[in-house]
């Protein structure tokens, strides 16, 4: 299993910088990828942006050039930069942690932690 932790977020105003980080524990040999994902009121969760072991990224088209995403293995770590923040920014953003081994005690599934409010107010 794999226990993730997020921790950061809160109330900025518009136009200003967040840092979150999510740290893994557990089985963390198992993981691939982790990402940042965010749910608003009434909407679906969406992905933000991940990472995968090989350093490749992937960000939503509206945080391109606003967020970055970095890994650090050693700490079993993923940071998000937020820059540039927008009222519609504001979510809940949970960390996303995605195994694609089966071999024991690997299981593929993806793992979420319990999530961090960001507010950005306009």
């Known amino acids: 299993q794999v226990q993730l932790v997020e921790s950061g977020g809160g109330l900025v105003q518009g136009g200003g910088s967040l840092s979150l980080s999510c740290a893994a524990s557990g089985d963390t040999h198992c993981i691939s990828a982790m990402g940042w994902y965010r749910q608003a009121p009434g909407q679906e969760r969406e992905l933000v942006a991940d990472?995968?072991?090989?350093?490749?990224?992937e960000f939503a088209e509206s945080v391109k050039g606003r967020f970055t995403i970095s890994r650090n293995k050693a700490k079993n770590t993923v940071y998000l930069q937020l820059s540039d923040l927008r009222p519609e920014d504001t979510a809940v953003y949970y960390c996303g942690a995605h195994s694609f081994d089966s071999a024991y005690p690997c299981l593929i599934r993806a793992y979420w932690g319990r999530g961090t409010q960001v507010t950005v107010s306009s």
């Open positions: 990472i995968t072991d090989g350093e490749r990224t």
